[in-house]
């Protein structure tokens, strides 16, 4: 059975860091495009990184471009989502998803077929 487990989401004060976790299983994990988004209240979800299969190509959302770092380790099938600098705009739930359907890294959830069930980052004094 296919899965994605997201870990690592918590509350942080205004210029601190957060390292997201995405685990992998059921699936032959380096076919597949891995993207990073997220979904804040009363907003629609966003694309916030990919990274491709063999994670030799990424890209960024404008509004994290600098602060984040996305990065996989296909031996342990774990896409990483580090995070720093962060903002009280960066709140949101933050979830990964897989596609094996493009061939290029796609900010469109519409793109992604695997869910994660989603990990809470709170940006707060």
């Known amino acids: 059975q296919l899965q994605l487990v997201e870990s690592g989401g918590g509350l942080v004060q205004p210029g601190g860091s957060l390292r997201l976790s995405c685990a992998a299983s059921?699936?032959?994990?380096?076919?597949?495009?891995i993207g990073w988004f997220r979904q804040a209240p009363g907003k629609e979800r966003e694309g916030v990184s990919c990274?491709?299969?063999?994670?030799?190509?990424?890209n960024y959302a404008d509004s994290v471009k600098a602060r984040y770092t996305i990065s996989r380790d296909n031996a342990k099938n774990t896409v990483y989502l580090q995070m720093n600098s962060l903002k009280p705009e960066d709140t949101a739930v933050y979830y990964c998803?897989?596609?094996?359907?493009?061939?290029?890294?796609?900010?469109?959830?519409?793109?992604?077929?695997?869910w994660g069930q989603g990990t809470q980052v709170t940006v707060s004094s």
């Open positions: 990274v491709s299969p063999n994670g030799g190509s990424t």
């Open positions: 998803a897989a596609t094996s359907r493009t061939y290029y890294c796609s900010g469109y959830p519409y793109d992604y077929d695997y």
């Open positions: 059921g699936f032959t994990f380096n076919d597949y495009y």
